[in-house]
């Protein structure tokens, strides 16, 4: 349980960062904003497939 909530936490932290680099007005920092939350989602997934799977149980 503890591993599927710090897979949450730490990917929530990644998808608010990439949200704020990706609001730069810079074309660089909004691809790479978009694209660090994007990539930041998949841990939040697998915290919450994991979450369910453990409580489930």
Known sequence: ???????????????????????DKRAASIVGGVIIALLSLVPVLVGVVFLTWDTTS
């Open 1 to 23: 349980m503890a591993f599927s909530l710090t897979l949450i936490i730490v990917g929530a932290l990644g998808v608010v960062g990439g949200i704020w680099l990706a609001m």
